[in-house]
């Protein structure tokens, strides 16, 4: 099975910009999409992006599609998720998951079988 972990997060100001990056370790990474999802503070955890197993198809939460960009490196079992013009309400732990389930899930955190600890990302003046 995989592991993963996340990095990247922190305390920046609006209109920054962030990379997080999710390290895969344990499996085979390319049998995998990853998605990243996200989760504020008496919210609901919610979809942000996804990508599929060799980076051929991607997907975005439609607020998000013109500010983030998800990519991987399979040679690295790394995914990458570049934030740009970071909003306060981007606040947020943010997760990365794998799913060797039909790319038709991935916008559910159900498909989801393997999940980072989180990073948290805080946007703020």
């Known amino acids: 099975q995989v592991q993963l972990v996340e990095s990247g997060g922190g305390l920046v100001q609006p209109g920054d910009s962030l990379r997080l990056s999710c390290a895969a370790s344990g499996g085979t990474f390319s049998r995998y999409y990853i998605g990243w999802f996200r989760q504020a503070p008496g919210k609901e955890r919610e979809f942000v992006a996804a990508?599929?197993?060799?980076?051929?198809?991607?997907d975005y939460q439609d607020a998000m599609k013109d500010r983030f960009s998800i990519s991987r490196d399979n040679a690295a079992n790394t995914v990458y998720l570049q934030m740009n013009s970071l909003k306060p309400e981007d606040t947020a732990v943010y997760y990365c998951?794998?799913?060797?389930?039909?790319?038709?899930?991935?916008?559910?955190?159900?498909?989801?079988?393997?999940w980072g600890q989180g990073t948290q990302v805080t946007v703020s003046s």
């Open positions: 998951a794998a799913a060797s389930t039909e790319w038709a899930y991935r916008i559910r955190s159900s498909g989801y079988g393997y």
């Open positions: 990508i599929s197993r060799y980076g051929s198809s991607t």
